[in-house]
């Protein structure tokens, strides 16, 4: 099967612009996470959607970052405006829903670098 | 608020030698699961303990969850060149449905 896509691969804007990311996850994966990576640590979860509603938000940036995911199939991420603070990498994964609930392995994509100057 | 750490934060070993990285979850997780992350490249899953006191064993990794379900750690014996790249534990504290991932070991093999 196909792997999480996601574009574009790299991104350099100057601070204070806008930039967006977008993530197609594997299909029939309800469950959507993006992730930021930044240099040396690891991924920091976002947001979570099961198909299109929002599970989990609890540490998204919302004065700055958005999220959504029309349909519950790909989502895009934005940033308005971008900070330095923002340069990182940005995850986008998916995994099926078990239906006893436990968790199952998650698909990560190629990320998007973002460098923000 | 909830933290997930790793220990070492670096390990370097000669092409041989054993490695074992350690993961410490500040509340009970669900489950735990670990994942590889090749320099420059995505975190690619390994495998998931879900039991308490849980041993899983993949050829030369062994992936071990504590009673408490609040720790776990990855073995790797007869380290290969391959095995280089950082090592992350992950997983939804009890109850709750987010997901942490663990600061992360950084292994380098050296031939």
């Known amino acids: 099967e196909a792997g999480v896509a996601q574009s574009p691969r790299y991104k350099i804007i100057e601070k204070r612009q806008s930039v967006a990311f977008w993530c197609n996850p594997i299909s029939g994966h309800a469950t959507l996470y993006w992730y930021q990576q930044i240099l040396g640590q690891g991924p920091k979860l976002l947001i979570q959607f099961q198909n299109n509603g929002v599970v989990d938000d609890s540490q998204l940036p919302k004065d700055r970052f958005s999220a959504e995911r029309l349909k519950g199939v790909d989502s895009t991420l934005k940033i308005q405006p971008a900070k330095l603070e923002d340069s990182a990498v940005y995850l986008c994964a998916s995994r099926r829903v078990r239906r006893d609930g436990n968790y199952n392995e998650q698909f990560f994509g190629p990320g998007t670098r973002l460098t923000v100057l | 608020g909830q933290q997930v750490m790793q220990i070492p934060q670096y390990q370097h070993v000669q092409e041989g030698e054993d490695f074992t990285t350690y993961c410490n979850s500040s509340t009970t997780l669900s489950n735990i699961q670990w994942y590889k992350q090749r320099p420059g490249g995505h975190p690619v899953f390994l495998i998931q303990?879900?039991?308490?006191?849980e041993v899983k064993k993949q050829k030369r990794l062994t992936f071990q969850f504590g009673e408490a379900k609040k720790n776990s750690s990855l073995h790797i014996t007869a380290t290969q060149t391959t095995d280089v790249g950082t090592y992350f534990c992950?997983?939804?504290?009890?109850?709750?449905?987010?997901?942490?991932f663990g600061s992360g070991t950084k292994l380098n093999v050296k031939p």
């Open positions: 992950a997983g939804p504290p009890h109850r709750f449905n987010k997901f942490y």
């Open positions: 303990l879900v039991k308490s006191g």
